[in-house]
Each structure stands twice: as structure tokens, then as C-alpha cells.
């Protein structure tokens, strides 16, 4: 069977990110995609393996989508200047790409997962070089912060903040705590 014209592995792609932002991961099937598409479930066979393989293309795309957004928002920065714009850009990537978070959360059992996974550590440690940590410190740095982050994220999305309070201005008191921290063990505190 030949490929359909108009219908490329990116569009297969962006049309099932759309889907699990609005409808979370596990609403989306072969099937859904197919007829989201309009197109039979088969033709999606031309482009990809099977829902296993769109999930991993998935969190390779969302991996990818967050290390763009991150890298977007440090350009130019340094610092906790870096780690504040950084911070945001992660929580609205986030709050905008809920199903596509989720995807890009799923277990690395892949090396291509894995490479995608990386470049958001390699882009934290490099932030955090700034900081001038040593040995360990700059991992524990990057995981702390990941932690952060996805803990904040999520309880957001799960509507885990009742109270009236600023959820922004939480989330920058936040991150300045973690910066007293980095910078305790920084060579080149702020």
C-alpha cells in the first residue's frame, strides 16, 4: 500500500500531540488517530509500527518540545537568571502541553529516548555551571531542580493548589529557595 499524499510522519506526529493535549495519553488510539486524520486505521502503518511506536515517537517529540522550550528561554541568561526564565518556560511548556508532558515522561527504554532525555541534562548542567559546583553537587543540582519543577507542575495540573494565592509568584519563591541552596554550595554565589 502506498502512502497517502498529505499525510507525512509529522503530521501523524503534531495531529497526535493535539490529541493528547486535549485528551490525555491514554485516550489516544490507532483508531482515534485514524479517523482524527481521516484516513484508515492502515495507512497510519505506512509511517509508523504501531501505537507502541507513536508512544515512543511521542516522548521523543515531547522531550524535544521541552529542551526547545528551556533552551529558548536561557539564551542570553546566566545565573538564577537562567534558572528563573528556565523554571517558567518549564511550567507553561507544561500548563500549554499537558498529554505531551505526560508522553514525554514515559520510561527511557530506548536510546533514542534516552539521547533525547540527555540534551535537557546536559542544557541544566550547563546552566548550572555558573554556579561553579563540584563534583556530585552539579547533579544533585539538576535532579533537585527537575524535582521541583515536575512536583510543581503536577500538582498544578492536578488542581493540587486550592488556595488563592499567585501560583507564579509561588513558583519564583520557589525557585529562590532552591537558589539559596545552589548557591551554599556554589565557588561563584550570587
Do not use: C, W
Not at 501523524?12 to 491514554?26: D, P, T
Not at 479517523?35 to 505506512?46: A, E, F
Not at 537562567?82 to 508532558?101: D, K, Q
Amino acid at each position: 500500500m502506498s502512502p497517502r499524499i498529505g499525510l507525512d510522519s509529522n503530521t501523524i506526529l503534531k495531529v497526535a500531540a493535539e490529541m493528547i493535549n486535549e485528551q490525555g495519553l491514554e485516550a489516544i488510539t490507532l483508531a482515534s488517530l485514524a479517523k482524527k486524520l481521516n484516513v484508515r486505521s492502515p495507512s497510519l502503518y505506512n509511517h509508523i509500527a504501531g501505537l507502541d511506536d507513536l508512544k515512543k515517537q511521542l516522548t521523543i517529540y515531547g522531550i524535544e518540545q521541552l529542551y526547545n522550550a528551556l533552551t529558548q528561554a536561557a539564551v542570553g541568561r546566566s545565573g538564577n537568571e537562567a534558572i528563573h526564565a528556565m523554571s517558567i518556560a518549564y511550567v507553561t511548556f507544561v500548563r500549554e502541553n499537558p498529554g505531551v508532558y505526560e508522553a514525554a515522561l514515559l520510561p527511557p527504554n530506548d536510546e533514542s529516548v534516552q539521547q533525547a532525555g540527555s540534551k535537557i541534562v546536559d542544557l541544566t548542567v550547563q546552566i548550572l555551571a555558573y554556579y561553579q559546583l563540584k563534583d556530585e553537587d552539579a547533579i544533585h543540582a539538576v535532579r533537585g531542580l527537575r524535582s521541583i519543577l515536575h512536583g510543581f507542575a503536577s500538582l498544578e495540573q492536578k488542581g493540587g493548589f486550592g488556595l488563592s494565592l499567585d501560583l507564579n509568584d509561588s513558583l519564583r519563591r520557589l525557585i529562590d529557595s532552591y537558589l539559596v541552596g545552589v548557591n551554599k554550595f556554589s565557588s561563584n554565589p550570587e
